[in-house]
Structures are given as structure tokens and as C-alpha cells.
């Protein structure tokens, strides 16, 4: 039997001074703002996260998030596998604060002593899940014509893909607690 969730209330800054480490293997269907976006909720997601301070006394998580879902191909409407393979490096800040953390990491925001973990894996998520996805062309169940082919949009970049509201919805979500 496989554990279901991660620390709803975890103590971050406790974490990161015993630069605790979480592996865990999470069921999408366990996590509801990704089952929401995902084809039926399927899917299951490998984590592995560890937390430490960096050399500003800030509670940095960092590691991967890997596994598999499935979305769906708005081409042609059918279900698409999905493949998560990211990297974690998230810093934990308050909102105030938010704007000012090395562009490398993510913000995470908590005004408190604790975070929800779920939530925080379910952020990372979001950004790496592409908001709209597509078949390779040789797999898809729509067949184009050339000129077609030449008004589907191009590949979204990564950095594009990237939601710019998560910290906003990091903000709902604390709010809703
Ligand atoms: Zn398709």
C-alpha cells in the first residue's frame, strides 16, 4: 500500500535545518489541482525533495518530480500520454518577499512556520504541465493538409508554457486553509 500524501503542516524551517528528504510516490488522484487539468485524474507522480537552508538562511526544496499522466490532444481530442520528468528548486518566502528570490528558484510563499507539502508539489506541477498539448504530428488521429499544417501554432516553449499565476494561486490556496 502506498502512502498518500505528504505533511500538510510541515514545519520547513525544522526541515531544512535537519535537511530532511521526502520520497514518495504520489497517485495524481490524490492531488486535485492536477487531477483537475489531467485526462480523468489518472496518472502517478514520484517525488523527491530535500530541504536545506541556502547561504541566506532561506528554506530552499530542491530535487525531481517524475512520472506519467495523461492529457488530451487538442488536435484531435484523444487521450495523449504525458511524461513528467522535472526539477524542483523551489525557495520559500513570504509574499513580501517574493519578488526578491534568486530567479532561479521558484517562490513558494508562507506567511506561517508551516507549509502544505501536497500543495507545494501540486505548484510544481501545474508549471511543468503544458497548458495545451498536441499528438506528434505522426501519431495524431487528425490527418491535415499542408495548409493546415502550416496554421497550427509552433512549439510552445518551456518558458512560455510556464504559469505566471502560480504565485497567485499559491495566495488562493493559503487563503483557502
Ligand atoms: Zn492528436
Redesign the pocket.
Known sequence: MFEELLPTRAEFRKLAQKQAEFKKVLQVSHLPRIADVVYQGEGEVAIDLSFAFNEKYQVQVAGTISGQTTLI?Q??L?P?PLTIDTEVKVIITTLEQADQIDRQFDPFISDGDVIDLNALVQEELLLAIPFVS??DKS????SLSSNQQNALPDEVSNESKKNPFHVLSSLKKSNEE
Open positions: 490532444c488536435r484531435c484523444q495523449m498536441y499528438h501519431e495524431c488521429q487528425v
